[in-house]
């Protein structure tokens, strides 16, 4: 079975600027989640997906983050404009349920 | 809210054993473990479901206390493979998703 997909592996932006991530869940989980995983900290649920709809969108700071999951597969955050505060490693799960699969994650570097 | 972990870091030798603990201020539906090596994905260890049970596979098993809403995880006779940071994530709602705590990080040396 292929494990969750993401890109790009590392980002590095200035403050101010866009970036987006993508990833490509296990085939047939219905479930998506984005998680924001600062250095020494656990990962914090930003939002979750079933199917192609949000479910928790609650602790997205929607300002700033946006995400989609057209067709309710690939899924896209993006954030736009960057803070500093940003740094971290996005992390995307699927699942069916329970327990998460997570991706290897994207380390974002704001500057 | 997030549950807290203690310790904070371990540090052990080959064959030596230890105890990650996780508390929760609400009452719990599930508990999580999942363990995350640097730079890589957290890959899930195990889930103790609201009832009070033990699980375990091979050398590392896990409690999981309802009415004192902890859980502990129990490394055996610890392999250089364990090392890695240990998150725990508890769940008071039901929805099988984890909140995570700050995580453990446990080193096994030689």
């Known amino acids: 079975e292929a494990g969750v997909a993401q890109s790009p592996r590392y980002k590095i932006i200035e403050k101010r600027q866009s970036v987006a991530f993508w990833c490509n869940p296990i085939?047939?989980?219905?479930?998506l989640y984005w998680y924001q995983q600062i250095l020494g900290q656990g990962p914090k649920l930003l939002i979750q997906f079933q199917n192609n709809g949000v479910v928790d969108d609650s602790q997205l700071p929607k300002d700033r983050f946006s995400a989609e999951r057209l067709k309710g597969v690939d899924s896209t955050l993006k954030i736009q404009p960057a803070k500093l505060e940003d740094s971290a490693v996005y992390l995307c799960a699927s699942s069916l349920g329970s327990p998460l699969h997570f991706g290897n994650g994207t380390r974002l570097t704001v500057t | 809210q997030q549950p807290v972990q203690s310790p904070q870091a371990v540090i052990l030798r080959e064959g030596e054993d230890a105890v990650i603990n996780c508390s929760s201020s609400?009452?719990?539906?599930?508990v999580h473990w999942y363990r995350q090596k640097h730079g890589e994905a957290p890959i899930f260890l195990m889930i103790?479901?609201?009832?009070?049970e033990q699980k375990g596979h091979d050398k590392i098993s896990a409690s999981f206390n309802e009415k004192k809403q902890q859980s502990s995880l129990y490394l055996t006779a610890s392999q250089l493979s364990y090392s890695g940071t240990y998150f725990c994530?508890?769940?008071?709602?039901?929805?099988?998703?984890?909140?995570f705590g700050r995580g453990t990080s446990l080193i096994v040396h030689p």
């Open positions: 103790l479901l609201k009832g009070g």
């Open positions: 994530g508890t769940d008071s709602g039901g929805s099988y998703i984890p909140t």
């Open positions: 085939s047939g989980h219905a479930t």
């Open positions: 609400k009452a719990l539906y599930s």
